[in-house]
């Protein structure tokens, strides 16, 4: 693939991915056709900001786990309100990069 569509999709989607693993994604990316940019550029990655307010606001129910596909712990939050708000301030605590790690195993399924 082209180098500066890699570029390109990095500066869309940079800070929606773990920076340690950008290296990674790029030799990945540099190894398909750009055909398949079109399908890699369609995945809908999950800001982390967005998924902290979320978080913040709805996560003593389990919103969040429920957007990342956690649905065990979402129920395990929803019925016991985030565990008296423990598992709440845990997810606030590590939810960046949970998202992040989300949206990178998303982006691997495609490459």
């Given at each position: 693939m082209d180098t500066n569509k890699i570029d390109m999709f990095f500066v869309a989607n940079g800070k929606k991915l773990p920076a340690e693993k950008a290296v990674l994604i790029r030799e990945k990316m540099a190894q398909i056709d750009d055909s398949r940019y079109a399908t890699i550029s369609s995945?809908?990655?999950?800001?982390?900001?967005?998924?902290?307010?979320v978080s913040i606001f709805l996560g003593e129910l389990g919103v969040d786990r429920?957007?990342?596909g956690e649905t065990g712990m979402g129920i395990l939050k929803l019925l016991t309100a985030g565990l008296c708000g423990i598992l709440w301030l845990i997810d606030l605590i590590g939810i960046t990069k949970k998202v992040k790690e989300y949206n990178y195993n998303e982006l691997m399924k495609i490459l």
């Amino acid at each position: 693939m082209d180098t500066n569509k890699i570029d390109m999709f990095f500066v869309a989607n940079g800070k929606k991915l773990p920076a340690e693993k950008a290296v990674l994604i790029r030799e990945k990316m540099a190894q398909i056709d750009d055909s398949r940019y079109a399908t890699i550029s369609s995945v809908e990655l999950k800001d982390p900001t967005t998924m902290l307010l979320v978080s913040i606001f709805l996560g003593e129910l389990g919103v969040d786990r429920f957007m990342l596909g956690e649905t065990g712990m979402g129920i395990l939050k929803l019925l016991t309100a985030g565990l008296c708000g423990i598992l709440w301030l845990i997810d606030l605590i590590g939810i960046t990069k949970k998202v992040k790690e989300y949206n990178y195993n998303e982006l691997m399924k495609i490459l």
